[in-house]
């Protein structure tokens, strides 16, 4: 086969330098044809969404804000083994381990807990990297719609135990359909 | 003097002005729409039941902008460059019959402000006038990208006045008058002149085009060159006055080209709707169809706009000069010819 047969995209042109015919020349031809395309574009579904009365359907894999998951007693999954913090590709986890207290058994299901817990959200790459990480399923990437709200402070991004944890409620909601089913 | 023609007359003044207004306003909601609705988007539709009152917000902003001077030697020429732009926008109005006539009061009412025998030559008299807006304002912007912009606007106009002047004379020659009124009876039902010269009326499309400083022609003000063109310098309201104008003169070019081409208010049946439903229904839907066509014409300025890409400006002047002009000579010997068939016959002996 020889180097001119040769097509790597598969949409190889040959560039033609031949002189226009008068018509060609004229232009207009070419001109209605345009003409022609816009016109139908006239009539075509319009691809806005208008954003604050629709919202953009998410892609079924959408990652959103994080959460630090409960077991059905209410327990705090997360054993602060740190390895969410290792795969992090952006270095947005810190978290602080601390060993759990005899009366705090309803609150944390293992016997080492995070006492601090911590994600900046600047950082965040929401790739999902500490949800695979995680042997315990104790951090996940929610589909939550909401996103990380603007601010002029810094500090506002890291987000803490206090907005990561699920709520008990929840916790306790899920328990129960865990139990009907 | 009759008093009452004063006050008709004045009426029709009034009303005209407020239309040509009106059609200028709702002209830049019309191109916005249009070009969102070509491209695909939906196009301004928060102020107002779809966006009908963006015009009012628009200008409304334009009002509250900061007016802004540049350091010009030329502070007087600066004010006067948007008010000749706007001003001759709007004088070409008065000379065109906007219906047939309307019969009140026992008396004949001709929509029309006033019907001079030169209303063409007035009109393209007055259209060149225009030019001096943008080159008044270009050259006291103290900017060299005014000044650019106004060269190339004075240049181009120039240049397709004359295309368009030819272009007319072949009709002239066919109408034998130059008064818009006559012009608009000789076409009654659909005997529209475009039938009779088709390439005048596409010469004169072009030159329109070009006159109204529209795409693919609009290089005086093209953005990716020029920033602003003439109007880099301009803000406020003298900013809105010259895009206003543009939009005004949109609207009086697309009137001209229905009136001279495309038969006016004349629409098949007319003659029998006068018989038959009276002078006055008759001349109320002449005056809607007129209008019909205007709008149709002021879709195709931009349904082009948003079409054609702009033009270099040696191509420019290459379709002005070499093709446009040749082209309108060439169709005014041909409809000579047409004209003086029967004499050319009995002088070469047939």
């Known amino acids: 086969m020889s180097i001119e047969a040769i097509s790597l995209s598969g949409r190889k042109k040959l560039v033609s330098n031949k002189e226009m015919t008068f018509w060609e020349r004229m232009y207009i031809v070419a001109i209605v044809k345009g003409l022609m395309i816009t016109i139908k574009h006239l009539f075509t579904r319009k691809v806005t969404i208008q954003y604050p009365e629709e919202v953009r359907e998410m892609s079924p894999v959408y990652r959103g804000q994080h959460m630090l998951k409960r077991d059905e007693q209410g327990r705090e999954n997360c054993t602060a083994c740190g390895l969410c913090a290792l795969s992090c590709p952006a270095e947005a986890i810190t978290m602080k381990a601390e060993e759990r207290k005899p009366d705090e058994k309803h609150l944390y299901r293992e016997e080492k807990y995070a006492s601090i817990y911590e994600i900046n959200m600047l950082r965040c790459i929401f790739c999902g990297l500490c949800e695979e990480a995680c042997p315990k399923d104790a951090i996940y990437l929610t589909t939550s719609k909401v996103l990380v709200p603007s601010s002029y402070d810094r500090e506002d991004f890291i987000f803490g135990k206090d907005k990561l944890v699920m709520p008990l409620d929840i916790a306790m909601k899920n328990a129960q359909l865990k139990n009907a089913n | ?350």
């Open chain 2, 1 to 350: 003097m009759d008093s009452s023609i004063i006050i008709e007359k004045s009426v029709i003044i009034l009303v005209v002005f407020a239309i040509t207004m009106l059609m200028a306003m709702y002209s830049t909601l019309a191109e916005r729409k249009v070009a969102a609705w070509l491209q695909d988007r939906i196009g301004p539709n928060r102020a107002g039941k779809g966006g009908l009152l963006q015009p009012l917000a628009d200008g409304l902003k334009l009002f509250s902008k900061e007016e802004f001077e540049p350091n010009t030697p030329n502070r007087f020429l600066f004010f006067v460059g948007p008010a000749i732009a706007m001003s001759t926008a709007l004088m070409t109005s008065a000379v065109i019959p906007w219906g047939d006539r309307f019969h009140f009061f026992g008396r004949d009412i001709i929509l029309q402000a006033t019907d001079i025998d030169v209303a063409l030559l007035y009109v393209i008299g007055v259209m060149s006038v225009g030019v001096y807006g943008i080159m008044i304002g270009g050259w006291a912007s103290n900017n060299k990208f005014s000044l650019m912009g106004a060269v190339r606007a004075a240049s181009q106009m120039i240049s397709y006045e004359v295309a368009m002047g030819l272009s007319i004379i072949a009709l002239l020659m066919m109408t034998g008058t130059l008064s818009l009124r006559e012009i608009s009876a000789q076409q009654p039902g659909m005997h529209w002149n475009v039938f009779y010269q088709p390439l005048s009326f596409f010469i004169f499309l072009i030159c329109a085009f070009a006159e109204t400083n529209r795409t693919p022609f609009d290089l005086a003000e093209c953005e990716t060159e020029l920033i602003g063109g003439y109007h880099t310098e301009y803000s406020s309201m003298k900013m809105g006055f010259y895009l206003f104008a543009e939009y005004a003169n949109m609207f009086i070019s697309s009137t001209i080209l229905a009136v001279l081409f495309f038969g006016g208010y004349n629409y098949p049946g007319m003659s029998w709707a006068v018989e038959n439903w009276g002078v006055n229904i008759a001349n109320v839907i002449g005056i809607a169809v007129l209008f019909a066509k205007i709008c149709g014409f002021i879709f195709l300025y931009m349904w082009v706009r948003w079409t054609i890409p702009r033009f270099r400006y040696d191509q420019l002047m290459h379709l002005g000069w070499r093709v446009l002009i040749p082209l309108s000579i060439i169709n005014i010997i041909i409809t000579g010819i047409v004209i003086l068939r029967a004499e050319i016959a009995i002088y070469l002996g047939f």
